[in-house]
């Protein structure tokens, strides 16, 4: 079926975020507070979990009140972000988007939801990436080129009934990722379970330090320009959705003008952890490393820690540093202050407990068992994410 277009103006409009000033936040249980929406709950779905609020005097125009039904557009934002969108769903509570966040609201000639998907699509969101007005550290969505888009639109009944089939296909991959986040917290619940909390220590372990069980090392610096050798190396963005890296196959290369000594090179049972970033939220992240026998190095910003003793298991301390009472520990350096990153005479002044070694294994083995149930599901959820591109894909050139 062929699919007629119109420029996106004719059929939505954007409706930019409310600025205001730091002193006009307000707790968001006073009585007058509006939720004020900003970047960071631009997320898949909309991210309600940690949200600001101001006085509704500050909001002059009821047009910024969102909408249930509208779509939240990042509009000032480090390039690979701008235009990330979400859907708004019926809110229990007032709410505006903050100054960095625009509104694309549908008119009537076109249902919300295939707006959304349009919006959302690979092929949209590249082309208004493009559009960006980029600063130095910042990129600007580009209103007036964004809305001269042209939008594929079949008549409302259509557009509801291919609405209906992309929201059928993205609700099997939300509750797929679903699934692989629920089993993370099973991890995490196992390990509280078995080793209680690690600040508060109340099954009383004895208490180690990690310098007596292995040993640390700073990560790799190498520059741009350097070639000759290329080797895999783990960087800092490898840690955003792993526990465990096993092999090769999701590491990129570096160039280096010659092989790095072997101090460099990692083996299996290997920890990593993040000494510094940008983000303060990757800081501290911790994961374990299977190289076999290919050669593997790892950046600069991060930290390498070999076991070398039999009486610690590189599964307990993983899940250690991911336990969010120790992380704030950490972090605050034992001593209360607010730290951008770490280093390791911080990690070997902190008070590591030490719980049976069979116990460890246990966990260990609980934890296997569930990983191993959670690359199923990765598996599922890649074949999911392709179905679903396919059908974005069909739907927007009239073959759906």
């Given at each position: 079926m062929k699919i007629s277009s119109a420029p996106l103006s004719e059929h939505a409009e954007f409706i930019r975020g409310l600025?205001?000033?730091?002193?006009?936040?307000?707790?968001?249980?006073?009585?007058?507070?509006?939720?004020?929406?900003?970047?960071?709950?631009?997320?898949?779905?909309l991210d309600q979990s940690d949200l600001i609020a101001i006085p509704s005097s500050v909001v002059k125009n009821k047009n910024k009140y969102l909408k249930s039904?509208?779509?939240l557009v990042s509009s000032a934002n480090s390039w690979n972000l701008v235009g990330k969108c979400c859907w708004v769903p019926e809110l229990e509570y007032d709410a505006v988007a903050g100054g960095f966040i625009s509104i694309l609201r549908g008119k009537d000639s076109v249902d919300s939801r295939f707006l959304y998907h349009w919006f959302n699509s690979p092929r949209t969101q590249t082309t208004v990436r493009s559009f960006g007005n980029q600063t130095t550290n910042i990129s600007n969505l580009d209103h007036k080129r964004t809305l001269k888009l042209e939008i594929p639109l079949p008549p409302l009944a259509e557009q509801k009934r291919i609405s209906a089939i992309l929201d059928a296909a993205d609700a099997l991959r939300q509750q797929r990722r679903k699934s692989i986040d629920l089993l993370d917290q099973l991890i995490q619940s196992t390990f509280l379970h078995l080793f209680g909390d690690p600040v508060t220590n109340p099954k009383g372990w004895e208490h180690c330090s990690l310098k007596e069980y292995g040993v640390f090392k700073n990560g790799l610096n190498f520059g741009k320009g350097e070639s000759g050798y290329n080797l895999y190396s783990i960087g800092v963005g490898d840690f955003k959705n792993h526990t465990n890296i096993s092999g090769v196959t999701a590491l990129s290369e570096i160039s280096l003008n010659k092989p790095p000594s072997d101090d460099y090179l990692l083996e299996n049972g290997d920890l990593l952890l993040v000494r510094s970033n940008g983000n303060?939220?990757?800081?501290?992240?911790?994961?374990?490393?299977?190289?076999?026998?290919?050669?593997?190095?790892?950046?600069?910003?991060?930290?390498?820690?070999r076991i070398e003793s039999h009486e610690l298991t590189s599964s307990y301390l993983v899940h250690l540093f991911r336990c969010k009472s120790f992380r704030e520990y950490m972090l605050s350096g034992g001593r209360g202050a607010n730290i951008q990153n770490i280093n390791q005479q911080i990690l070997n002044s902190l008070d590591i407990p030490l719980p049976p070694l069979a116990l460890q294994q246990e966990f260990a083995n609980t934890v296997e068992k569930i990983e191993a149930q959670k690359s199923r599901y990765r598996t599922q959820l890649a074949e999911l994410d392709t179905l679903f591109l396919s059908l974005q894909s069909r739907a927007f050139k009239g073959e759906l």
């Open positions: 600025t205001f000033k730091p002193s006009d936040k307000c707790e968001t249980t006073a009585s007058d507070a509006v939720v004020c929406m900003r970047t960071k709950n631009v997320q898949k779905v039904e509208d779509i303060k939220a990757l800081v501290g992240r911790c994961l374990s490393v299977t190289p076999d026998t290919h050669k593997v190095s790892y950046s600069g910003f991060c930290i390498r820690y």
